[in-house]
């Protein structure tokens, strides 16, 4: 062979191990090895002591028979005589066959590097892997195939009556009767998933890939679509699925772009919200991302800006509601819409107007502020509320109250917002004793939502604000390749992130991304450059095991005696509320908390 040619044919090698590389292809089922098994045996289950009496097997790829397998077993044991009628098999036949011992692994060696393939084929598979085990030997990772159930997916009875070997060897014309005998049965299923490949081939299954998530569910429309992922790369980042007028039907993220979009063509999305998408998309865009954060970051803000109708979450993040400790004489909470420049205190943001409701009752259940609207002077002269006359707050309408009294109240609610929850949490656990001591188990409930609502909501916010203070925090981690994420956050945003390449100087790499790295100015509020999300995002990213600080400007410390080290105490508890745990006990549980110490 001349150089030339040498170089040609080395070309050609890798071209050719690349195009089998892509997954999106797949193996086709034309250039797989199919191994067709079928047994005989003395019972119906090995676990009642039934053995094998007969094995029988073909081996088949591209339509061509590659070879047969056949053989008795002496199963040392008496053939039930029903049995003995229904295959032929008899004691006599079998009393100078080989054992198991010499039959099995000599058809494992014939099935080697094969798929297995039975009609029922957990009763076959079953009996083989039993009897392997049981001589000490571990039972290959063979791939199995099911003709019945893949049948049953296909075949209706139009055209054939049931799923049995017999009725489906008559739909699809095989030309061996199945007999009960194993190789008979073995060349019969052979017939039977040549008929199934081709009826298949109609759907749009060409792959083992596809054929083992082939579901009846999935449309042929939707297989038909599985193109739309051939051009998206094997990386992290986000896709975005869009109609024939180009408009943004779903956004997702992934580690694997081109493996998760194509999941969206098979039985293993199970949706119906997402089998309606699909039907609708004329296109898949994808954006490669250099780490799984940053895809999901990018997610976040995709989905807020093109707010697409099949994405159910994070749509609108700016549909949230606050609490305010406004910032004036006699102050008071309100829940408001939007962060303004007031020099006030903020805790949230509130997802849920509901959630963010039960928050401000157990603030006003714990300090005796006004809860009335509007602004009061210095020296107000209005007439005194209902609250006041149940002692529920200090009442300074009618001019009664200390100034001083009410400000160091609102400073002991300013630091439970801000650094600490052990008023709120001590006085509504003391309230909620008292209610189940007097079984008012559905009041108690009611507080115990309410300080939960709490709890999760300063613990939130503390941990948030203590990140977006920062003006730079630089972080890496090594990922399972062995190669460092580098990730640049600036007031709880993502302003970068890349990974060192190996053969780079780490310092002068992560200066450079520093460097073209997004500029970040602060805003108002406990998140004041991103959504709450994004920041919770980044957060957990800095919190996961093997996270190394690189560069931190300004200090990222929460409170030591901030509010998370009371979620233990009310995650255990709305565990306990959706275990099975009897009625009566759960209700105890339920009712009585004591703040952690």
């Known amino acids: 062979m001349t150089t030339a040619s040498a170089e040609d044919a080395a070309t050609t090698a890798t071209r050719w191990a690349n195009q089998m590389s892509f997954d999106e292809l797949g193996r086709r089922l034309r250039d797989l090895t199919f191994c067709v098994v079928d047994l005989e045996t003395t019972g119906a289950a090995f676990s009642q002591g039934s053995m094998i009496t007969e094995i029988g097997a073909v081996k088949v790829r591209g339509g061509e028979v590659l070879g047969e397998f056949q053989t008795l077993v002496n199963p040392h044991a008496e053939i039930p ?5 229904l295959t032929g098999i008899t004691n006599a036949m079998v009393a100078g066959a080989p054992t198991i011992e010499s039959a099995l692994p000599a058809f494992l ?18 009996f083989l892997r039993h009897f392997t085990e049981a001589q000490g030997t571990r039972w290959p990772a063979f791939e199995v195939l099911d003709t019945a159930r893949l049948a049953r997916r296909v075949v209706t009875r139009d055209d054939a009556p049931n799923c049995k070997l017999s009725s489906l ?31 298949l081939g109609s759907l749009g299954v060409h792959t083992i890939e596809e054929l083992q998530t082939f579901s009846s569910r999935v449309t042929s429309a939707q297989r038909k679509k599985r193109h739309l992922a051939e051009e998206l790369p094997h990386a992290p980042g986000v896709y975005l699925f869009r109609d024939d007028r180009k408009r943004v039907l779903y956004i997702g993220t992934s580690r694997d772009l081109r493996t ?21 998309a004329a296109c898949v865009d994808g954006i490669e991302c250099a780490t799984p954060l940053e895809a999901e970051v990018r997610e976040l803000r995709l989905i807020a800006q093109y707010k697409p109708r099949y994405n159910r979450r994070s749509r609108f993040p700016e549909k949230v509601h606050w609490i305010k400790l406004t910032n004036e004489p006699w102050p008071r909470l309100s829940m408001v819409r939007t962060v303004l420049d007031d020099d006030a205190d903020y805790l949230g943001p509130f997802s849920s107007r509901k959630r963010a409701e039960k928050t401000l009752a157990a603030l006003h259940d714990t300090f005796p502020i006004r809860q009335c609207s509007g602004r009061l002077p210095l020296a107000p002269s209005r007439s005194a509320c209902v609250l006041a006359e149940m002692d529920r707050c200090l009442a300074p309408c009618d001019g009664s109250a200390d100034l001083d009294d009410y400000a160091a109240t609102v400073a002991v609610l300013r630091d439970n917002l801000l650094s600490r929850a052990d008023e709120v949490v001590e006085a509504i656990s003391r309230r909620m004793e008292v209610l189940s001591r007097e079984e008012r188990y559905e009041d108690a409930g009611v507080h115990r939502d309410r300080l939960a609502s709490f ?33 640049v956050v600036r007031f709880g945003r993502l302003a970068a992130a890349g990974v060192i390449p190996s053969d780079a100087h780490a310092g002068t790499w992560v200066d450079s991304l520093r460097a073209s ?3 970040v100015l602060p805003g108002l509020g406990p998140t004041p450059a991103a959504t709450a999300e994004e920041t919770e995002k980044v957060l957990r990213w800095l919190e996961s095991p093997g996270i190394r600080l690189v560069h931190v400007e300004g200090e990222w410390t929460c409170p030591v005696r901030g509010a998370s080290r009371h979620l233990a105490t009310h995650d255990a508890v709305e565990l306990s509320r959706t275990s099975l745990v009897p009625f009566d006990e759960r209700r105890s549980i339920t009712t009585v908390h004591r703040p952690a110490r």
């Open 517 to 519: 790295a997004e500029t």
């Open 81 to 85: 005589p029903f049995i003995a009628v």
């Open 169 to 199: 060897a008559i739909a699809f014309g095989s030309g061996t009767t199945p007999n009960h005998r194993a190789l008979a049965d073995a060349r019969a299923t052979v017939d039977v998933l040549h008929g199934l490949f081709e009826r």
């Open 109 to 126: 060696e014939f099935a080697h590097g094969s798929i297995l393939v039975a009609h029922n084929a957990p009763f076959d598979v079953g």
């Open 260 to 280: 998760r979009v194509r999941s969206y063509f098979t039985a293993s999305e199970t949706r119906s919200r997402m089998g309606e998408m699909v039907g609708l």
């Open 455 to 487: 709890v999760r909501a300063a613990s939130r916010t503390q941990r948030l604000r203590a990140l977006t203070r920062c003006p730079e925090v630089v972080a890496a981690r090594r990922e399972d390749d062995g190669r460092w994420a580098v990730h």
